[in-house]
């Protein structure tokens, strides 16, 4: 499975954004699928999961109830909509897919990642 990421720029506190991740290649639809974030000197990190079929998802602490991850399996895509932005914020982010062990429960680590997608970069100002 190929991942691309698009949607990210530049934006001011408080503003939104959508990423998306196009995938290519291989069964989309037995891989759950996350979303990770690094920052400059910083380690990636877990931002967001879904499973397969999208009924079940989860997300890191300093995202939650502003950030929501959906996917559309026929269109091959997921998607992580940002909203109340803060400067913290401010990363690559990066869509994932998962072994396909984990593909009911999602994933949440870098350990059970099998694609990497090329990252996007959200720059959120103050």
């Known amino acids: 499975v190929q991942l691309q990421a698009s949607g990210g720029g530049l934006v001011q506190a408080g503003d939104s954004l959508i990423l998306s991740c196009a995938a290519s290649?291989?069964?989309?639809?037995?891989?759950?699928m996350a979303w990770f974030r690094q920052a400059p000197g910083k380690e990636r990190e877990f931002v967001a999961t879904?499973?397969?079929?999208?009924?079940?998802?989860y997300y890191a602490d300093s995202v939650k109830g502003r950030f929501t991850i959906s996917r559309d399996n026929a269109k091959k895509l997921v998607y992580l909509q940002l909203n109340s932005l803060k400067p913290e914020d401010t990363a690559v982010y990066y869509c994932?897919?998962?072994?396909?062990?984990?593909?009911?429960?999602?994933?949440?680590?870098?350990?059970?990642?099998?694609?990497w997608g090329k990252g996007t970069l959200v720059t959120v100002s103050s």
């Open positions: 994932a897919a998962g072994d396909t062990r984990w593909r009911i429960v999602g994933l949440t680590t870098t350990t059970q990642v099998v694609y």
């Open positions: 290649g291989g069964t989309f639809s037995m891989h759950a």
């Open positions: 879904i499973n397969w079929y999208g009924g079940s998802t």
